[in-house]
Nanobody, 126 residues
Framework: QAQVAESGGGLVQTGGSLRISCTTS????????MAWFRQAPGKEREFVAAISFTGTQTLYSDSVKGRFTISRDGAKNMGYLQMNSLKPDDTAVYYC???????????????????WGQGTQVTVSS
């Protein structure tokens, strides 16, 4: 069973920055798209950002475009979400997900991702 795990969440003030990380044990290494989703209290899980297995293609939700940057480090088999200009509306549990199909493109729907981490809390204070 492949494992996905997030780290780096925390409390930050409005306008601040935070970087969260994702590690996966999936094999072969660097063969799957990676994505970040988030879920705020009382709301459904929503897509945030995705990156291709090559790292050359990225997708963003309109709500984070221009503020968040998704990236990956193939050598370390890690993914990252750099979050800048944070707002209270960004408060949520952030989940990392690994793509369902090897060498497949990044997608924005949760069904396209087979393995999920347990989430990391990001809280933005006003």
């Amino acid at each position: 069973q492949a494992q996905v795990a997030e780290s780096g969440g925390g409390l930050v003030q409005t306008g601040g920055s935070l970087r969260i990380s994702c590690t996966t044990s999936r094999r072969p290494r660097n063969a799957y798209a990676m994505a970040w989703f988030r879920q705020a209290p009382g709301k459904e899980r929503e897509f945030v950002a995705a990156i291709s297995f090559t790292g050359t293609q990225t997708l963003y939700s309109d709500s984070v475009k221009g503020r968040f940057t998704i990236s990956r480090d193939g050598a370390k088999n890690m993914g990252y979400l750099q979050m800048n200009s944070l707002k209270p509306d960004d408060t949520a549990v952030y989940y990392c997900a690994s793509g369902r199909t090897a060498l497949g493109p990044p997608r924005t729907t949760a069904d396209e991702y087979a393995f999920w981490g347990q989430g990391t809390q990001v809280t933005v204070s006003s």
